[in-house]
């Protein structure tokens, strides 16, 4: 068979067998997909419907819970561009929306006539039904809906996304799929027929396409032999240390790595027995700058020989200047939350705690992180207070709460102790609440101090109107 001809076949067949393994590919990972948003938008309308039940079994008005859920959902950002909550109520034959709709800009939506409802999510959560459904919205859109209903109030509640944002996430990923896969298809084609066929002018003209690779990529590849000297190193490493490769080639490493000389060849030694090195230097440019880069180094073994090595640099100064400042962030960070005398957490805006400091476990009696972490802060806070709790929380989500305030704390061991809470928002670049922060302090002793004084002044007052005498102080 004529060689051109063998070509295309060849390529044909691995273009075949490509589109065939991607389109199977879609496949799964689309039922994959589907899984993981009915997964995702229940796990959130669950958690949702637990904040409206805990809201109501605390004694708060229908009125108060939705004027909450208002501020709530328009603060709520969301796990797309899309997704977001419907909560309505029927009242005779029509539909009320009760809170503002995240995808019309957070504007109400009017009644609607319960006839003329399309969405088969919210006529389902309205019957006492839940589940998950594909169906169309209040905007004609096709969406993914878990829905729910809410018999203490009578309220049906969805969490929904819009199907055109999920797939359009997996067609990106199949053109991107398609495009290697077809890509992989034709270079493995090529290689077959020159492999096969001794194809010396395709060879030739593969080694010149990977050459004007290597010369246009931003990462540096140099080659060196066992002595280090370097045998090659591509024009990239002009942009990063300000030499050409002409003044570079021919000569030891050792002449452009300064202070890492010694390290650095102690390190490239290592290549005898281990066959690949990664390591971070600072190096100067021919200009006296400084230059973080990341070396990458791969052995040539030949006839059991180390011959010499191969390998990349590429410029992480940015980064790594970052990574250095963000460092010194976390250390003053996690510092400051070590040294606090207080007990310091930070919670979502539901009351999940995300992050406690080492103090709690001192205050309320428990051992690790995870007694913690995941769990409402109102669990250790005693049951006669928590409707109190919840309430303050509320009203600092409608900037009707300043200050500091007292509770019974409930430790590890069922004791009942006195604490002092301030509360703020942890605020986005935009001035919205993304999380809250809680000082808590421990005022058991100072609590019963006061009773021992307010004991005292009582027994004086006693003594004083029960003596027939005057007694002067």
């Known amino acids: 068979m004529n060689i051109k001809y063998r070509l295309g076949y060849t390529l044909?067949?691995?273009?075949?067998?490509?589109?065939?393994?991607?389109?199977?590919?879609?496949?799964?990972?689309?039922?994959?997909?589907?899984?993981?948003?009915?997964?995702?938008?229940?796990?959130?309308?669950?958690?949702?419907?637990?904040?409206?039940?805990?809201?109501?079994?605390?004694?708060?008005?229908?009125?108060?819970?939705?004027?909450?859920?208002?501020?709530?959902?328009?603060?709520?950002?969301?796990?797309g561009n899309t997704d977001e909550f419907t909560i309505v109520k029927k009242e005779g034959d029509s539909i009320h929306f009760l809170v503002n709709q995240r995808n019309l800009?957070?504007?109400?939506?009017?009644?609607?006539?319960?006839?003329?409802?399309?969405?088969?999510?919210?006529?389902?959560?309205?019957?006492?039904?839940?589940?998950?459904?594909?169906?169309?919205?209040?905007?004609?859109?096709?969406?993914?809906?878990?829905?729910?209903?809410?018999?203490?109030?009578?309220?049906?509640?969805?969490?929904e996304i819009d199907v055109d944002e999920i797939n359009q996430n997996l067609f990106h990923d199949f053109k991107i799929i398609l495009a290697i896969s077809i890509l992989i298809a034709i270079i493995s084609a090529f290689i077959y027929n020159i492999i096969n066929n001794k194809l010396l002018n395709s060879l030739q003209k593969s080694q010149k396409k990977y050459q004007n690779l290597v010369e246009n990529i931003k990462e540096v590849i140099y080659e060196i032999d066992n002595l280090g000297v370097i045998k090659?190193?591509?024009p990239a490493i002009e942009k990063i240390l300000g030499y050409t490769p002409s003044e570079i080639t021919g000569r030891n490493f050792i002449?452009?790595?300064?202070?890492?000389?010694?390290?650095?060849?102690?390190?490239?030694?290592?290549?005898?027995?281990?066959?690949?090195?990664e390591n971070e230097y600072k190096l100067e440019t021919k200009?006296?700058?400084?230059?973080?880069?990341?070396?990458?180094?791969?052995?040539?073994?030949?006839?059991?020989?180390?011959?010499?090595?191969?390998?990349?640099?590429?410029?992480?100064?940015?980064?790594?200047?970052?990574?250095?400042e963000l460092q010194k962030s976390e250390a003053l960070y996690s510092s400051i939350i070590e040294a606090s005398p207080d007990v310091i957490t930070i919670t979502n805006l539901e009351g999940k705690i995300l992050l406690t400091s080492p103090k709690t476990f001192e205050l309320f009696g428990y051992d690790t992180y995870e007694d913690f972490v995941n769990k409402s802060i109102f669990e250790f806070i005693d049951e006669s207070d928590r409707t109190k709790a919840i309430s303050n929380i509320m009203n600092m989500h409608i900037d009707e709460l300043w200050g500091a305030e007292d509770y019974k704390g409930v430790k590890k061991d069922g004791t009942i102790i006195d604490v002092s809470v301030n509360g703020e928002f942890i605020r986005d670049e935009n001035g919205q609440p993304v999380n809250l922060i809680f000082i808590t302090r421990d005022v058991t002793e100072r609590k019963s101090l006061e009773k021992e004084l307010k004991k005292t002044k009582d027994l004086y007052s006693s003594i004083l109107n029960a003596s027939p005498d005057a007694i002067v102080t």
């Open 105 to 159: 800009g957070y504007m109400n939506l009017a009644p609607i006539l319960y006839k003329d409802n399309k969405s088969q999510a919210i006529s389902k959560a309205l019957s006492g039904k839940s589940g998950f459904i594909k169906n169309i919205d209040y905007r004609n859109k096709d969406v993914y809906s878990s829905y729910a209903y809410i018999p203490e109030l009578k309220w049906g509640i969805t969490c």
């Open 255 to 277: 002449n452009f790595v300064g202070e890492n000389a010694e390290y650095l060849a102690a390190r490239l030694s290592l290549l005898t027995t281990k066959n690949e090195i």
């Open 232 to 234: 090659y190193i591509s």
């Open 287 to 324: 200009t006296g700058e400084t230059r973080w880069i990341l070396f990458s180094t791969i052995a040539i073994i030949t006839n059991g020989k180390l011959t010499g090595a191969s390998g990349t640099l590429v410029d992480i100064t940015e980064k790594k200047l970052i990574d250095l």
């Open 12 to 79: 044909l067949l691995m273009i075949f067998v490509a589109v065939s393994v991607t389109a199977i590919a879609l496949y799964m990972v689309n039922k994959n997909v589907e899984r993981d948003v009915r997964f995702n938008l229940t796990e959130l309308l669950n958690n949702r419907v637990a904040s409206i039940k805990t809201l109501y079994v605390s004694g708060h008005a229908e009125d108060t819970i939705a004027k909450f859920l208002k501020i709530t959902n328009q603060n709520y950002i969301g796990t």
